[in-house]
């Protein structure tokens, strides 16, 4: 069985060694990228920087799944696409979007089967916070300005993640997150920064720096304890 990676970026979607390495396990000159993004002004802009970026890597075969015009995404040739794919990378901008779009039914079953079948799976932002079984919406990153928690794609289990963590100085959004859903490990993504996951285990860290923040207890009044992942 093949081991199962997850690249989580913490903003920065074109960071060279994550990309590189992320089309390394893809499969090189036979990877296969499936990139997922919304429909939003310019968006047809970011696919030729995604393209040339892969290129680079090696990668010569790059599909796009977005919904259409009117928000509808076109399941039939998602589930086209994703049944080829070698490599998913899942883009960033409105979290909410995201998790509709691509946590969800059908979509949702298909990442998950990719996944387990070892195809390496990467999100940028949005796309990283929707990865896990619990997706934490920082109060900084919706209109309503509150935390929000969906039920996320579930590739990851018993921890919370946070992106442009030092940037947004999301600690203690994190930390609230951590308690409201006694969730004793969170992961703060700065947004040069990229969390590597094997088989659902953090792995390292690539870029700038990634934050393990563990509760030794849920008492309100006990300290978490912060540290920094070593790079790789």
Known sequence: MRDRYLYLLGGHSFQTETNRQFVEQAGGSNARIVLCIMNRP?????????????????????????????????????????????????GGGNTEKYH??????RFKDLLINC???????????????ILPEICLISPLDNEQSVML???????????????????WSDQSNLLEGMRTKKVKRGIGIDEQACAVFINGQLAYALGESVHEVIFEDFDPDQYAIVKGQSHK
């Not at 996944?115 to 916070?129: K, R, W």
């Not at 928690?149 to 940037?167: A, C």
Request: zero cysteines.
């Open 42 to 90: 310019g968006w047809e802009e970011y696919v030729p920087l995604f393209q040339q970026m892969w290129t680079e890597s090696g990668a010569q075969d790059m599909q796009v799944i977005v919904p259409d015009e009117d928000g509808i995404l076109d399941m039939e040739q998602a589930e086209q696409v994703l049944s080829q794919a070698t490599g998913i990378f899942i």
């Open 149 to 167: 928690f969906k039920q996320g794609v579930g590739l990851l289990s018993n921890v919370l993640i946070s992106v442009h963590y030092t940037e």
């Open 115 to 129: 996944y387990e079948n070892g195809v390496p799976i990467a999100g940028n932002s949005a796309g990283a916070l």
């Open 100 to 105: 509709h779009y691509y946590a969800t039914g």
